[in-house]
């Protein structure tokens, strides 16, 4: 049988427990919250760094394509 001092000193050991069990949770919570973010965060990063390359892409056939059309442009003004 529990005497009464160890009754009495049950009740803060069990808020204690309960506490890190509600912080331990709260932790694991937490963790998994930022592993999802960081897959999140890798994804877009990488979508971003293919539209990037993308951009440099058309940039590079928008300039060829208009030297294409100025060269043309020259040679029909000198066929007439």
């Not at 427990?17 to 998994?32: E, G, K, Y």
């Not at 973010?37 to 394509?65: F, G, N, P, V």
């Amino acid at each position: 049988m529990l005497t009464n001092q160890e009754s009495t000193a049950e009740g803060p050991v069990f808020q204690i427990r309960s506490r890190l069990q509600q912080l331990q949770d709260a932790l694991d919570t937490t963790t998994l919250k930022i592993d999802e973010e960081s897959l999140a965060k890798s994804t877009y990063s990488h979508i971003l760094d293919r539209m990037k390359k993308d951009h440099i892409s058309t940039k590079i056939q928008s300039s060829e394509m208009e030297n294409s059309l100025k060269s043309k442009t020259q040679i029909l003004s000198l066929e007439q």
